[in-house]
């Protein structure tokens, strides 16, 4: 009897769909060998050191930034894969470098100005003068936003004076925390100040973090919340090309200008502020608006919880070390008795010339815990390839360094107890020695994509560290953890106090 039809279409379909799937699994099984074997023994790359997973995708990157365990990791493989310095293959194309040495070669190289792929997440926001990566179109648009109005006598001559006000603020709100008997986690505190700062150097006037002594808006806590997310764009090129490339999950996913917090109230505030005042940023003669926005949120993302990051860091690292706090202290009551510090803000002049322990804290504080712990890629040109320290590296390579790696476990450039906090360091073996460490420091970035706000985050380190010790006796509760999430460190938890006034 001829079958029904009824009975006879579900068995072909069925038959129809376990054989195609049977196929596409075939193909991604034959995809995935093929990458594997090209990765491993075809690829420009292969004769660099790594694990074989991270020659052949680079999620293993984009896990180890998500669980903040990125920095020990690397460490780690150059413990065990980078004898003589040899650069260390962390994802297909990627070359870990972590020999101080080695840094001029990348980043002071104008042939190398371009930045890797990494850089490459349009699908996370408008380009902006950070995710620019042609030399050419950099060069100009970091004229446009730079130039002098960052530089230390500028910042000195127009900023300084409204900093201090900050600071003023900042203290009386540190002193009511006292009377009401309230612990306060300080490291927030510090990022709330720097926020501060650089929206009130952005748009003359500050957006409250200190006037209202919160988080405005959860804006930092927004920001540490994304850089999971971010970090994870930035390592793994399936997500950052193939998800966040889809119009649909980027609604999803990123923050909206409607929103009545974070990022999106961030980018709404920034956009009325650019198309109402006259701030810093609506002068800038180059670009629309969208790139006026996506600067505006580049420097506060750039200069707000890094710098509040670097500040509290440095308080930990004192606070932590009962000597290096006793001779802090010192040092700022020996300046005092001299009468060489203002009041009641310190200049940052008076800091470094009068406070030079203090100032040293600083630097060892920004060579361990580094506030940007992330991956900065810049790409080998076409041609001949280039060689760094005696290693030939293909053209197309992007090579990149890391500022814990190359700050903790270089034992050339910082001496064999690099991976101590030991500020000490900075003032044996006179200026020069200073001087060489100096120029071993990746923190600030290197060359002409360097750090545009360095300045401006030392002088509000050199204000605020000091002003706390010199006004409050410190008791800590708890000392918090500097954590890196997606390359963004923080205090998580933090830094929890409580302050007693000096009488
Ligand atoms: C302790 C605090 C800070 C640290 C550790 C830090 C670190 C860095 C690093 C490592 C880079 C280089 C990235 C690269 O090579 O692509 C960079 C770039 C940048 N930083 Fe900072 N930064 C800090 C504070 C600030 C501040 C206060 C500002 C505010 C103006 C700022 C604005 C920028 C900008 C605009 C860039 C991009 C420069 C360019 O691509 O030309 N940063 N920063």
């Not at 000195?156 to 409204?162: Q, V």
């Not at 100040?193 to 200190?210: E, H, I």
């Not at 504080?365 to 580094?370: E, K, P, T």
């Amino acid at each position: 009897m001829a079958p029904h039809v009824g009975n006879i279409l579900p068995t072909t379909w069925s038959g129809l769909i376990s054989g195609s799937a049977a196929l596409i699994l075939l193909i991604g099984v034959a995809a995935a060998a093929w990458r594997v074997i090209y990765s491993l023994c075809f690829h420009p790359l292969k004769h660099f050191p790594g694990p074989w997973y991270t020659a052949c995708t680079s999620l293993p990157l984009g896990i180890a930034g998500l669980s903040r365990s990125e920095p020990a990791w690397l460490c780690s493989l150059v413990e065990k894969y980078g004898k003589n310095g040899t650069p260390i293959r962390i994802a297909p194309d990627l070359l870990l470098f972590h020999k101080a040495r080695q840094l001029r070669d990348i980043y002071w190289d104008a042939a190398c100005n371009t930045k890797g792929g990494i850089y490459q997440h349009e699908a996370i926001g408008p380009t902006s003068l950070f995710t620019t990566t042609g030399a050419d179109d950099h060069r100009k648009l970091r004229k446009a936003l730079g130039g002098a109005f960052w530089s230390v006598g500028t910042l000195k001559k127009t900023w300084e004076g409204r900093i201090d006000e900050l600071v003023v603020n900042w203290v009386a709100n540190r002193r009511r925390d006292e009377e009401i008997g309230k612990p306060v986690v300080l490291s927030n505190k510090t990022s709330e100040f720097a926020a501060d700062v650089m929206t009130m150097v952005l748009f003359t006037t500050p957006w409250g973090f200190v006037r209202n002594d919160r988080d405005e808006r959860g804006m930092l806590h927004a920001w540490r919340a994304g850089t999971g997310l971010f970090g994870l764009a930035v390592r793994w090129r399936f997500l950052r090309e193939v998800v966040l490339g889809s119009r649909l999950m980027r609604d999803y996913l990123l923050p909206k200008l409607t929103d009545e917090w974070g990022n999106g109230w961030l980018m709404a505030q920034g956009m009325r502020e650019i198309s109402n005042r006259h701030g810093r940023l609506s002068k800038e003669k180059e670009g629309t608006d969208t790139q006026r926005l996506a600067n505006m949120t580049l420097f506060i993302q750039a200069g707000a919880d890094t710098t509040g990051t670097g500040l509290g860091a440095t308080l930990r690292l004192i606070l932590k070390h009962p000597d290096v706090l006793a001779k802090v202290c010192e040092e700022i009551a020996a300046a005092d008795t001299k009468g060489v510090l203002s009041n009641p803000v310190v200049q940052y002049d008076e800091a470094k010339q009068h406070l030079p322990y203090l100032s040293a804290c600083i630097r060892e504080s920004l060579r361990l815990h580094s506030p940007i712990p992330n991956l900065f890629s810049r790409l080998v040109p076409p041609g001949d390839g280039k060689t760094i320290d005696g290693f030939h590296i293909p053209a197309g390579t992007e090579m990149l360094s890391h500022a814990v790696v190359v700050q903790q476990l270089d034992t050339d450039a910082f001496g064999p107890d690099a991976a101590e906090f030991r500020p000490a360091r900075w003032l044996e073996g006179g200026e020069a020695r200073a001087a060489r460490m100096e120029a071993c420091m990746y923190t600030f970035g290197m060359g002409p994509r360097g750090c545009l706000g360095k300045e401006l985050a030392l002088m509000e380190l050199h204000k605020l560290v000091p002003e706390v010790l010199r006004r409050f006796g410190v008791e800590v509760l708890e000392e918090g953890q500097y954590c890196a999430c997606g390359g963004i460190a923080y205090l998580q938890p933090g830094l929890l106090v409580r302050l007693t006034s000096r009488g």
